[in-house]
């Protein structure tokens, strides 16, 4: 299918209030599209009058939709018309009584519906999902190995301990495996359905995803934009590595993927560091922080 611009109709996106999704919605706006910003309550003006002040960002223009992605026919009614589709929105367990089984159910369920809305829609050109780089990583036995878009976070499963193992026994008690399981279920259910009913589709699979907050509601806990906060404020978290991308490249990305005449259907995109040398280690992170704000108790391990 070609890819779209501005001109050629509207498009939507889900999880439209969220950190991503906003910022996905900010640049469809400044680059001219009228934009559909699916969110679960309009009526929440704590959590979306950041999205109608983009209309004062213009030249585009953005109008809000209630969609709950539990509902059957969610998206029916406002993706009738569009041209394309950017599904950014996720049960990402901070909810109020989030459970790891409604972070996999809530994946791959919103998929299914954003899927079968596109289908009766008919005029949806393209889908860009936010997928995860929780898709991609995965359980290796030989140093060096390198991730790659051919990577999948269900290969090496006999590397797993059990209680990481890919079972519904453990997607019940375990969030991680849940929100893994979830994306790599709902990006292969995606690339499969592009082939049966003729629209293009794509995936992105960000790493830590860190940048401008556009609403005091992206103030979440355990979002990975507000952790460094959360450090700088006393609070320790585990020892990791820190592999960052931009809000505004993910969005950007998002933005040229629709747009770009190249790509090829099915295709995903690592948004991460190349190499180790653009990884930071906790300690390292935490040192920076120490050094920039000298008078402040860093949280840490
Ligand atoms: N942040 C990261 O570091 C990161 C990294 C990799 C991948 N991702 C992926 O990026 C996507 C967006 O993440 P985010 O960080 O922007 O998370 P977020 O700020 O929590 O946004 C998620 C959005 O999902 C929506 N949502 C949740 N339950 C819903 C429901 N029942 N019906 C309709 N909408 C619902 C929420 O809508 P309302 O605001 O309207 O309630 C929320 O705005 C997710 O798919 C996530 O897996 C994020």
């Not at 991503?20 to 959590?47: E, K, M």
Request: include cysteine; aromatic fraction near 8%.
């Amino acid at each position: 299918m070609p890819s779209i611009t501005c001109s050629d109709g509207p498009v939507a996106v889900t999880g439209a209030a969220g950190f991503i999704g906003s910022h996905i919605v900010q640049n469809l706006v400044r680059r001219g599209y009228t934009v559909r910003a699916c969110v679960r309550d309009p009526a929440n003006v704590t959590n979306t009058a950041h999205l109608l002040a983009m209309n004062a960002d213009g030249p585009g223009r953005v109008t809000l939709h209630g969609c709950d992605m539990t509902q059957p026919g969610a998206y029916d009614g406002v993706f009738r018309g569009c041209v394309g589709v950017f599904h950014a929105a996720a049960e990402m367990g901070n909810l109020e009584g989030s459970t790891p089984l409604k972070v996999y159910e809530g994946g791959i369920g919103a998929t299914r519906l954003v899927v079968s809305s596109i289908r009766q829609a008919g005029s949806v050109r393209r889908l860009v999902y936010t997928s995860s780089f929780a898709a991609v990583g995965h359980p290796v036995d030989a140093e060096g190995t390198a991730y790659t878009e051919a990577s999948w976070a269900d290969m090496n499963q006999h590397l797993r301990g059990s209680g990481s193992a890919w079972t519904m026994e453990v997607v019940r008690r375990n969030r991680e495996v849940a929100y893994a399981m979830t994306k790599v279920e709902s990006e292969r259910f995606v690339y499969s359905e592009v082939e049966k009913h003729g629209f293009d589709a794509f995936g992105v699979c960000p790493c830590h995803v860190i940048g401008p907050l556009l609403s005091a509601s992206h103030q979440r806990p355990w979002a990975w934009q507000t952790r460094i906060g959360d450090m700088l404020e006393g609070y320790s978290h585990p020892r990791m590595f820190w592999n960052v991308v931009d809000v505004r490249d993910v969005a950007e990305s998002q933005c040229l993927i629709m747009e770009n005449t190249r790509d090829t259907s099915g295709q995903r995109y690592n948004l991460v560091a190349p190499d180790e040398t653009c990884l930071l280690p906790q300690q390292d992170l935490q040192a920076l922080l120490r050094r920039l704000y000298p008078g402040i108790g860093i949280g840490g391990v």
